[in-house]
Structure formats: structure tokens, C-alpha cells
């Protein structure tokens, strides 16, 4: 197949083809994966949360979930998370490599009110689950929906061979990296950074406007009044799959801006990228190139 000629005579790793198609197919998969999970309560947990995070944390309800950034003094993001309520507990889940920057970030509150935090990260395995429905009770554990599904450690096992009765397929990770980079999802350390500043990821639902004043809100609300950001994480169409850290140039050679992650997509049959796009260029359709390769600004998600 065309995909595959594309693999071979670019060096690059061999992609389950297969499982691919399944997947976007409708086949029903998961990915297994470190993620921490950390629980805040307490009578004054929202009234701290509410300062730490970019989002509203008065407005969420019990059972509800929303998407926010821990960012710095100067609005730069130390993690992505999603805060789960439930009942007067919430929980915070984020990537392996940002757990320990989220606990300790809460944890130095916890003496200064009725506010508690604990690292549940070990109690558990976190699955990412593709076209199957929610786990079922019984599982146990705590449900961010497909993206991160946390099940009782004990019950693990149990509930990896539930998942493959049903025909539910493991997909390794060169997979899950096409499959992240089609569906727009950063990942920190490669598309995303302390350096970056919160407004430059670009995520629908992440920052509330509204809200009352959090660590980094001024630098981040000036962006959104006054201006806009400087670049802003966007897709890329490409001619060829690039490293990441490969500038952008328009064809005058002006800096327009460095991609972070780059593959090929079996599904658009062209490679695919994640970047930061200067805010000049950021218009879909515009051209640039990606060291010596064509690229087009493209809207997320590409799938």
C-alpha cells in the first residue's frame, strides 16, 4: 500500500498497518500508560484550586470535569490537567512527566488552610481507551472518559482480559503517537514546555476569562485583551515527515515558527505535524516551509 512504500523508502519505524486500520475503522482499542492522579478536598479546596488553575473551578459541578493549566508567575504552563469533581473531592489527572510538578504545587497550600492533597498515581493503571464505551462499574477506579480511564490497580488484569474478549486491541506506542498527533493533542516535553505560555497552546475550554484573579492571570488575561500571542500551536500539512525542532521559514526566509512533533498519517496519506505557527501565518492554507519541505498551516484536529 502507499503508506507502506512511504515507511520504507523514508526509514521510518514500521507502523502496525493493521491495527492502524482497525482504529480508524471504528475498531474499538486502548492504550496503557503511567498518568498521575492526584485527589485535593477540604473546606477551602475550590478557594485554592481556583488560584492556582486557568479555569473556573466555582462553576464545576459534581460529576463534572473541566480542562485547565497550572501555569508560573509569568503564565507559563507547568501542566495541562483535568480536575474531576466528585462530591466534595477533586481530582486532578495529568502526565506521568507533570505529576510531580502538580503535587508539589498543591502540596505546599496544604499548611496554609482546610486544604488536603494526596497522590493516588500508584493505586492505579490508566488506560486511554478508542471507540468502546465507558468501563463498567465494576471495574472500579475513577473515569476522565476515553482520554484516561483509571482502574484499581488489583483489578488491572482482570480488566485487560474484559477488553480482549470484546475484541479490543492493544495499540503500542509508535501507534499511539500517529494517532495523538492526528487528534492535536500535545504532549509535555515535546510540544509543550515551561517556556511555553498558557494562551500559545491554543486548547479549546483551558483558560477561563472571567474568573477571579490565579498565579499568571495577568500576563495571561493582557494577552487576551490587549493583543495576542506571539505564535500559537497548530497543525501542519507536510511534504515529508520532519524532526521535531525543524524551523519554519516563509520562502522569503523570514522565521514563521518550529515544528515539535512530526508523522505520517495512513489515513490524510501525507505527513502530518505539530508546531508553533508565528502569529503572521497562522491562517489555514498558509504555505511555509519546514526546513527544505513544503508545509501548509492546518486546523486541529487533522482527524
Given at each position: 500500500m502507499h503508506y507502506d512504500l512511504y515507511f520504507i523508502s523514508k526509514g521510518i519505524f514500521k507502523m502496525d498497518i493493521k491495527a492502524y486500520d482497525h482504529i480508524r475503522?471504528?475498531?474499538?482499542?486502548?492504550?496503557?500508560?503511567?498518568?498521575g492522579l492526584i485527589a485535593v478536598w477540604g473546606k477551602e479546596a475550590v478557594q485554592f484550586l481556583d488560584g492556582l488553575i486557568s479555569n473556573d473551578m466555582k462553576t464545576l459541578e459534581d460529576g463534572q470535569q473541566i480542562l485547565a493549566a497550572?501555569?508560573?508567575?509569568?503564565?507559563?504552563?507547568?501542566?495541562?490537567v483535568r480536575v474531576l469533581r466528585q462530591g466534595d473531592r477533586f481530582l486532578c489527572e495529568t502526565e506521568?512527566?507533570?505529576?510531580?510538578k502538580v503535587f508539589n504545587n498543591?502540596?505546599?497550600?496544604?499548611?496554609?488552610?482546610d486544604f488536603f492533597v494526596e497522590d493516588l498515581?500508584?493505586?492505579?493503571?490508566?488506560?486511554?481507551?478508542?471507540?468502546?464505551?465507558?468501563?463498567?462499574?465494576?471495574?472500579?477506579?475513577?473515569?476522565?472518559?476515553?482520554?484516561?480511564?483509571?482502574i484499581d490497580f488489583d483489578k488491572a488484569t482482570a480488566?485487560?482480559?474484559?477488553?480482549?474478549?470484546?475484541?479490543?486491541?492493544?495499540?503500542p506506542d509508535e501507534l499511539h503517537e500517529v494517532l495523538r498527533i492526528e487528534s492535536g493533542i500535545p504532549?509535555?516535553?515535546i510540544d509543550m514546555e515551561e517556556t511555553t505560555i498558557v494562551p500559545e497552546l491554543g486548547l479549546d475550554g483551558l483558560i477561563s476569562y472571567n474568573k477571579g484573579c490565579y498565579i499568571g492571570q495577568e500576563i495571561i488575561a493582557r494577552i487576551h485583551f490587549r493583543g495576542h500571542v506571539a505564535k500559537r500551536l497548530t497543525g501542519l500539512s507536510l511534504s515529508a515527515v520532519v524532526e521535531s525542532g525543524t524551523e519554519l521559514t516563509?520562502?522569503?526566509?523570514?522565521?514563521?515558527?518550529?515544528?515539535?512533533?512530526?508523522?505520517?498519517?495512513p489515513k490524510l496519506e501525507r505527513a502530518i505535524a505539530l508546531g508553533y505557527v508565528r502569529y503572521d501565518y497562522l491562517s489555514e492554507g498558509t504555505a511555509v516551509l519546514a526546513g527544505t519541505e513544503a508545509a501548509t498551516v492546518t486546523s486541529l484536529p487533522f482527524l
Open positions: 475503522s471504528g475498531g474499538a482499542g486502548f492504550y496503557e500508560q503511567k498518568r497550572f501555569p508560573n508567575a509569568q503564565g507559563r504552563l507547568l501542566a495541562v506521568e512527566s507533570t505529576r510531580g498543591l502540596l505546599r497550600f496544604t499548611f496554609a488552610g498515581s500508584k493505586s492505579y493503571s490508566c488506560f486511554e481507551l478508542f471507540n468502546t464505551s465507558e468501563p463498567p462499574a465494576s471495574a472500579g477506579g475513577v473515569n476522565f472518559g476515553q482520554n484516561a480511564t483509571f480488566f485487560r482480559e474484559q477488553l480482549n474478549l470484546i475484541d479490543t486491541i492493544e495499540i504532549k509535555y516535553g516563509t520562502a522569503d526566509g523570514k522565521n514563521a515558527g518550529r515544528i515539535t512533533s512530526s508523522v505520517y498519517s
